[in-house]
Each structure stands twice: as C-alpha cells, then as structure tokens.
C-alpha cells in the first residue's frame, strides 16, 4: 500500500509542477522599451504580483509624459489606458522569453495618434 501511495504521490508531484502552467510570476517586475508610429518614444511599467500595470510612456516629439494603468492576464495579455483619465490604449502581449510587444493609441491631444510598441523585461 505504501508503494501505491508514494507511486502516486509522485506522479501527482510531476504533473503538478509542469512548466507549461501560466503563471503571474513569469512577468512580475519592470518592463521597458520603445514605441513609434504618429508618434514615438519610450515606455517602462511595473507589473505587480496581483497582476496590476502602473507606468509611463514618454514621448520624444512633445516631451510629454502619459500614465499607462492596467492589467496583465496569467497568460501574458496586456491591457491598459493610457492618460488620466483614460485618453488611449496601451495593449499587447508580454512573452515568457521577456519580450513584448503590442499597440497604442492616444486621443488627447488631438488629433488621434497610433502606432506600434515593444519591448522586454529589464528586472524582477
């Protein structure tokens, strides 16, 4: 019986632990890198451990500095406002491999300004 058991337990152990699972844990920390398009310049945000977004995108053609807040799924995917209140989107998909990338969209000030972002995990 207790052979059985510790059979088991040990093959509850090798599923349980797979690495395919997704998890918050693989995208907690700092994330940086650059966007162009309308416009262009650089972004960095913080993903928390209960996946919260908090940060900034700076542009370098006005030198304004816009708030990006939102949320990262398990899976990776980017959703966040950018302004406050929210003017624009900031969304996309963070990779396992510490790479991003994504889209942006700002509507204040006028007119309309879009384009492309990415970018990778600089620290935990």
Known sequence: MKKLF????TAFLFVGCGKDEDTIYDFIGTWAGTYEGTEKGDWN???????K??????SDI????????GHLSES?????TIGSPADGEFRGTLRRD???DGNWRNSVPTPDRSGTWKGEKTSK
């Open 98 to 100: 510490k790479k991003g």
């Open 45 to 51: 945000i913080v993903v928390a451990t209960d996946g």
């Open 76 to 80: 990776g995917d980017l959703t966040a």
């Open 53 to 58: 977004v908090t940060g900034t995108m700076h």
């Open 6 to 9: 510790l059979l088991l337990l």
């Open 62 to 69: 006005t030198t304004e500095n816009y708030y990006i807040s």
